[in-house]
């Protein structure tokens, strides 16, 4: 093993690796960070912990995620390249393995123009960063773990073992690209990968197949996002807004369909949504772990976490290795 | 070439206000060419100035002039005159001429009338887009021509995010993203491979990380000094 990373433990015994995602709050206290470890904790092999995702403030990656270990949910921190620099995130690398931390997912980071689509108000005249990408991130926390040696050559007494995690946008534009954007990452040292959300499961298939025919999906794990659908409302806005996700029409009806069963009552309307969204969840994992180089899966249920447990014990993904 | 943007009347006003004698002083180069502050401008401004000071009940002369650019002192010397006879000089250049002038005209303040925006080209009349960071080891070969330094919002240098939205970027969709521009122009020049080669971390003290940066031409250097010599008689010609 590379590292002693629980999840790279999974992905080696062969079975269908099970990531979910723990948001940390806004907030200086750990109370939520503990509730929602609690909640996932033996229902996913490790946890994403978002790096002010939407460029909002809120605890940072390394903190939630030693918060989320001590609970006994390992976490997989992320870092952006949007908010250090190279001499940072060495050093935060090397803090994170010295608190114990095993996973670390390298992300471009939202953009801080982003400030949470509006809804918040964000940052956004801070000045970034991205003094390096994600291609480099990830090469250089390779460099660390196999050479242990920092990016600028100086040598480290005792390396960071990181379990090295990378994005893929499979349906991003330029969408023929894609997969040459895939193999620059695995080449660098991803050793899993996660992608953006995925309903449209024919073409999420056919852009693997050109990233199997590169030679990529041999030498990283890929775990398909899932991105548990909460109303139909929330399918429409993703297939319009989403950077590199398309809803298939044939899902959103289902969950209008859901929503117009309710009539008037909003109460059921809402709980009908939500069971319909269960339900093509599992549909989607289904199918995605059907896909040839497929490794596991990346459910995102967001502000939902208390929906993993259904969904992995209905996917007969309960009890996980 | 440098693109800038006049600064709001009420912020000029702001620095001005307190003194005499002001000279608008204006920069015939790069940016007359984006109507913020060649002969012209500074004209307009000089005028807006005396305007606002007869409605303040303020007493002020106000007088205008240029030069063909205010970043080489043999253009701007032959006004020192001029500059001394004022208590403000209020530069209408890119701030490159005012950090020039105000280090040459010494005793005189020097103050910016714009802000100094970006290198930019002039894709149609009125139009000025941001195309070079100026980050001192350029890529353009690698990149199909398109710069990912400035044209990409995360500088990204192997290839998009996941931002991308029917060819815009995350941060707008009225901004391109510049990888998606990259890939189709690599496509079409037959050229895509390239992009395959991962770049490493990038050296960016040649960029504005490195301190403060400067040029030497010995040659042309050693040329205006023996010039100079020849000029004062210490040297035959």
């Known amino acids: 093993m590379k590292s002693d990373s629980n999840l790279e433990r999974v992905i080696l015994s062969g079975k269908p690796a099970v990531t979910a995602e723990l948001g940390p709050p806004m907030s200086a206290s750990p109370d939520e960070i503990v509730h929602k470890a609690h909640t996932l904790k033996g229902f996913c092999d490790a946890a994403n912990i978002t790096d ?74 801070a000045k970034n960063v991205y003094d390096v990408d994600t291609t480099q991130l990830v090469g ?132 009908l949504q939500e069971e319909e969204g269960i339900k093509i969840t599992i549909e989607l994992i289904h199918q995605a772990l059907e896909i040839p180089g497929v490794k596991g899966v990346h459910i995102q249920a967001i502000d939902w976490e208390s929906a993993i447990e259904r969904i992995v014990k209905d996917a007969g993904l309960y009890p996980r290795p | 070439m440098i693109v800038g943007e006049q600064k709001p009347i009420e912020e000029i006003w702001n620095m001005v206000k307190d003194k005499k004698k002001v000279l608008v002083f204006g920069c015939n180069t790069c940016v007359a060419v984006c109507h913020a502050g060649g002969a012209k401008e500074a004209e307009i401004i000089a005028s807006l100035l005396r305007i606002k000071a007869t409605e303040e009940g303020i007493e002020m002369t106000v007088d205008h002039g240029a030069c063909e650019r205010q970043c080489e002192p043999e253009f701007f010397i032959p006004s020192m005159e001029k500059f001394k006879a004022h ?122 990380h490195g301190g403060p940066r400067r040029m030497v031409l010995e040659h042309i250097a050693a040329l205006e000094e023996k010039e100079d010599k020849t000029a004062k008689g210490e040297v035959k010609k």
Not at chain 1, 170 to 186: A, E, H, I, Q, S
Not at chain 1, 196 to 215: T, W
Not at chain 1, 241 to 266: F, N, Q, W, Y
Not at chain 2, 144 to 153: A, E, F, K, L, M
Request: hydrophobic share 40%.
């Open chain 2, 87 to 208: 208590d403000l000089v209020l530069s209408t250049a890119c701030g490159v001429g005012v950090n020039l002038m105000s280090a040459e005209i010494g005793d005189i303040p020097v103050y910016p009338a714009l802000n100094t925006e970006f290198y930019g080209a002039v894709p149609k009349a009125g139009l000025f887009v941001e195309m070079c960071g100026g980050c001192g080891n350029c890529i353009l070969h690698l990149t199909g021509g398109i710069c990912p330094i400035v044209r990409c919002s995360k500088s990204l240098l192997n290839g998009p995010c996941g931002g991308t939205n029917n060819g815009k970027c995350e941060i707008s969709n009225e901004v391109d993203c510049a990888w998606y521009l990259i890939v189709e122009r690599m496509k079409k020049l037959g050229t895509l491979d390239k992009l395959l080669e991962i770049q490493p971390p990038k050296n960016w003290a040649t960029a504005t």
């Open chain 1, 52 to 125: 002010c995702q939407t460029a909002v403030v809120r605890i940072s990656s390394i903190a939630a995620a030693f918060i989320a270990q001590r609970e006994g949910l390992e976490p997989v921190m992320q870092m952006t390249c949007r908010d250090r620099n190279r001499i940072a995130m060495q050093a935060d690398l090397l803090g994170a393995a010295a608190l114990g931390l095993k996973n670390c997912l390298c992300i471009a980071g939202d953009h801080q123009k982003f400030g949470a689509a509006g809804k918040l108000k964000g940052h956004p005249g």
């Open chain 1, 140 to 271: 250089i926390l390779k460099k660390m773990r196999d050479e242990s040696l920092q990016e600028g050559g100086d040598k480290l007494e005792v390396p960071p073992k990181f379990f090295i995690g990378a994005t893929w946008t499979p349906m991003g534009d330029p969408m023929d690209f894609r997969p040459y954007n895939l193999k620059k990452k695995v080449d660098a040292g991803a050793d899993f990968i996660q992608t953006q959300g995925i309903y449209d499961m024919e073409l999420f298939k056919s852009q693997c197949e050109k990233a199997r025919n590169l030679g990529v999906l041999e030498k990283t794990a890929l775990l398909a996002g899932i991105i548990v659908p909460k109303s139909a409302m929330m399918l429409k806005y993703m297939d319009a807004s989403v950077s590199g996700v398309t809803v298939p029409k044939p899902l959103i009806d289902r969950m209008a369909k859901a929503k117009e069963a309710a009539g008037d009552d909003k109460k059921k309307a809402k709980q």
